[in-house]
């Protein structure tokens, strides 16, 4: 079954720490594997999208890694801010009919000063 | 939220009426999608479109329909509302199906 697990649940950091957030897939065959931002109360935005030949991809303080023989991907903020307090959600497409991309439920990340 | 607007923003309805929920968008991109995103569990996806009147269904489909008769707009229709649908519905809009997702800005939905 095709499923995206992202690990921790729920995070809390102080302001200007850095953090890792994980992300494991059992999506095959693998097309691309994207990063959500999601304000509470908003849409998500997207952060990085990554193919299978891409390892990593940064915007900003956002870097996003990807080991596609693993299957995982993790994403790291740098220098945290309070508005990165937010829900990160990794997305994965698989090459398969139709549209359907496969979401993780998120890790909630909380920046406090 | 990338020329994309739903409304409403938020409703509250009963029971066993019909709901519509729109997507508007302004971007001319073939895809639209509705997603609904309930605690504990990542969004899913209803239906979505690849074109005028070009339609089908999703991962949670049942009970929901749907109709693009224009390009910018993509109705949901929820035939007869049960509370199990009471969920945050996001709209999304995408050039191709391997390009990236623009998100709307959400509508509140509760079924009383």
């Known amino acids: 079954k095709n499923q995206v697990e992202q690990s921790p649940q729920s995070l809390i950091i102080l302001e200007g720490k850095n953090c890792t957030l994980q992300?494991?897939?059992?999506?095959?065959?693998?097309?691309?594997l994207r990063w959500y931002k999601q304000d509470t109360g908003r849409g998500p935005v997207s952060l990085t999208i990554m193919t299978f030949s891409e390892n990593t991809k940064s915007n900003g303080r956002y870097t996003a890694t990807l080991d596609a023989d693993t299957k995982q991907s993790s994403l790291h903020i740098t220098a945290s801010q309070l508005s990165d307090s937010a829900s990160y959600i990794c997305v994965v497409s698989g090459e398969q009919a139709g549209t359907a991309l496969i979401f993780g439920k998120g890790t909630t990340l909380s920046v406090s000063s | 939220d990338a020329g994309i607007t739903q409304s409403p923003r938020h409703k509250v309805t009963e029971t066993g009426t019909p709901v519509t929920l729109r997507c508007h968008q302004t971007e001319n991109h073939r895809y639209m999608y509705w997603y609904r995103q309930d605690p504990g569990h990542g969004l899913r996806l209803i239906h979505y479109s690849y074109g005028v009147k070009d339609t089908d269904k999703g991962e949670v489909s049942d009970g929901y329909s749907v109709s693009r008769s224009k390009t910018e707009d993509f109705l949901l229709t929820l035939e007869s509302a049960t509370s199990s649908q009471t969920s945050v519905y996001f709209c999304a809009i995408s050039l191709d199906r391997y390009n990236e997702q623009f998100f709307g800005p959400g509508t509140r939905l509760t079924v009383l």
């Open positions: 992300c494991n897939y059992t999506v095959s065959p693998f097309s691309n």
